[in-house]
């Protein structure tokens, strides 16, 4: 909602490397690079994000109602914002999604659910789960150094490995050699599952919103690795406003030893048990919200009887 705003004030206007990292005063704790648009890599690309973004926005405030995926509990004063900015327009908090309707979280690619009874067998919050997403891709290199980090971090995990992700890649050689007896690779997961499941104590995902949500909802602090769009800002958003995971700035190519230092933070040590007792609390704020009498269930009986009154 705030980008037309920002592309009005130059904000989005970045000329120079060093003008990604400074701080957006009207939005803390963003900085320039975690503003959809403000790197693209071609002009071009920058001013079509910015007038996809302003049409949307238009699109809003001319419309009879606005829903988002989210709760009052988790973004109370960035739905009181939205609300004095949309004056006029209802605005209806009906998320989680995947919590009110399971249809929701469906996927197309087949889980592996083998992987369950795989997790049954581990340690208590032992397993780093690895998925990113249904769209986002990764080059080849960063493959091989997320593998590499993950293998040197010692860490159990399981990564849904999807078919795509890898543009001409696949997992590097010696990896599975590394990594045998404390690894396991499907080709996709029941991930709601796999983010409730004891044994699992951290997600490393892409930065999109539903993951985000799923992984609050799953009590599992979140390593993140934006792609593109949304993901920056929300990966931002899980570390210093949530502060319940790491960011892993998406500019540039993955080094092994960044993650393999980062997978440790997260799993191990009191940091990473503050961030998972933190996750933990947005769990609790989730289910309070689904439950019966619950912000989003109320929101949702309003937005019907909204639809019923035009």
């Known amino acids: 909602m705030a980008n037309p705003m920002l592309f009005d004030k130059g904000l989005l206007e970045v000329s120079a490397e060093s003008q990604l990292d400074a701080p957006v005063r009207e939005l803390p704790p963003y900085r320039v690079r975690d503003l959809m648009g403000a790197d693209s890599s071609s002009r071009h690309g920058h001013d079509l994000m910015c007038k996809l973004l302003s049409r949307a926005v238009e699109a809003v405030r001319a419309s009879a109602g606005f829903l988002l995926n989210t709760f009052d509990a988790l973004e109370a004063a960035d739905l009181a914002t939205i609300r004095r900015d949309l004056a006029g327009v209802p605005v209806f908090d009906v998320g989680p999604l995947h919590k009110l309707s399971p249809a929701s979280s469906s996927s197309l690619l087949q889980q592996d659910r083998s992987c369950l009874d795989w ?185 019907v009887n909204h639809i019923l009154s035009l």
């Open 119 to 303: 997790l049954d067998a581990q340690a208590p919050v032992s397993v780093l789960y690895i998925s990113f997403g249904s769209l986002a891709s990764m080059s080849g290199a960063d493959l091989a150094e997320a593998a590499w980090g993950v293998a040197n971090s010692g860490q159990p995990f399981l990564w849904a490995l999807r078919p795509g992700l890898g543009r001409g890649a696949a997992l590097p050689d010696g990896f599975a050699a590394a990594t045998e007896g404390r690894g396991l690779v499907v080709s996709w997961a029941p991930q709601e599952e796999v983010l409730a499941h004891a044994a699992v104590g951290g997600f490393w995902m892409h930065g999109g919103w539903n993951s985000a949500l799923e992984g609050a909802c799953g009590g599992v602090p979140m390593l993140c690795r934006p792609c593109f769009g949304d993901q920056m800002g929300n990966a931002r958003h899980v570390e210093h406003v949530w502060r319940a995971g790491i960011a892993l700035d998406g500019g540039g190519v993955l080094e092994r030893g960044a993650v393999e230092a980062a997978v440790r933070r997260l799993m191990r040590g009191e940091e990473g048990e503050g961030m998972r007792a933190r996750a933990r609390e947005l769990r609790s704020r989730a289910a309070a919200a689904v439950a019966d009498g619950g912000s989003s269930r109320l929101s949702v009986d309003k937005l």
